[in-house]
């Protein structure tokens, strides 16, 4: 991995680790959230820059059925995160109090929990269409273990992260915030703050793991109709 591949890897690592830290807000603290919600700025602006060469290739090249749901994806994750972060700034009590609104509260407040929540699942989709980058990274780490890693992680360990995730995810009633059924979100304050984090994290990791079986599956079965096709 080269230098410039290991500073994408830090920067997304800490965007993740910044991302959780963001969702259950309360336990974190207004202050805190909001100045985390400044490092994920900084962070998603030094990611798009990083990613800069794939900005200047969108309009160059065939646009495959792969390619345009990536497209699809990173664009509604992109609008999301951009919502999340006018809205924050617009109900900033400590970072931005200058720029805040009395007017209007409840539907930023209502807009800023549903983008935040809308982001969780894209961003997760995201990291499962990129999960042959993950995947290649654990063969090269695996040496000759290679198929005895994949058969581990793909029979055993990608099932149980995505039963687990959804369990998560339906515990967490994760459905109501990403339709707008509820305003807020009740937490448990005896829960410690990692405890929550690792519950987003299974969250994203089941669905990761599911987009990325799915993109497996359909490229095989894609595959196989060409190999049929040509065989005629």
Sequence with gaps: MGRRQKIKAAAD???TVVFLLLMPYRLAGAALHEWLGVAMFVLFTAHHLLNISWHQRLFRGKYTPYRTVLL???GLLFAGMITSMVTG???SRYVFAWVSVRAGVLPARKLHMLAAYWDLVLLSVHLGLHGNLAAMWMERRS???HKTVRLVCGRILAPAVVLFGTWQFCR????DCLFGRTA???YDFSVPLPVYMLK?????AGIACLVYGLQKGLLRMGAKRKAKRSSF
């Design 72 to 74: 699809i994806v990173d």
């Design 143 to 145: 040496g000759g273990r």
């Design 184 to 186: 807020f979100v009740f």
């Design 89 to 91: 700034i617009l109900l």
């Design 172 to 175: 967490e009633r994760v459905y």
């Design 13 to 15: 690592g800490a965007m």
């Design 200 to 204: 987003y994290l299974c969250m994203m």
